[in-house]
């Protein structure tokens, strides 16, 4: 089992700034990638960004140039959001994406609240 704990969620201004966090434990062997997802209300759960173990990472279209993912070396993932609008309100969901066995199996933070006011 992985734990991830999430971090850094709240409202902030269109224009302003947050950084989310999650740190994982528990059995993280396998690890491939870490990153993060957001549900809006009424619409499905959506990849934001993701970093693998060599660094490469990828963004949705909405939110390259204002959003940064990275990684320390204690498997703590970081989302630096800036430039922030209101359609990027949402529960954001930090994940970890582990390959074992020749399968993929994903693991999900309980999600933090973010609400970018007009």
């Known amino acids: 089992q992985v734990q991830l704990v999430e971090s850094g969620g709240g409202l902030v201004q269109h224009g302003g700034s947050l950084r989310l966090s999650c740190a994982a434990s528990g059995s993280i062997f396998g690890i491939y990638a870490m990153g993060w997802y957001r549900q809006a209300p009424g619409k499905q759960r959506e990849l934001v960004a993701s970093?693998?173990?060599?660094?490469?990472t990828n963004y949705s279209d909405s939110v390259k140039d204002r959003f940064i993912v990275s990684r320390d070396n204690k498997n703590t993932v970081y989302l630096q959001m800036n430039s922030l609008k209101p359609e990027d309100t949402a529960v954001y969901y930090c994940?970890?994406?582990?390959?074992?066995?020749?399968?993929?199996?994903?693991?999900w933070g309980q999600g933090t609240q973010v609400t970018v006011s007009s």
């Open positions: 970093i693998t173990n060599g660094g490469t």
């Open positions: 994940n970890v994406d582990r390959r074992l066995f020749g399968g993929r199996y994903d693991s």
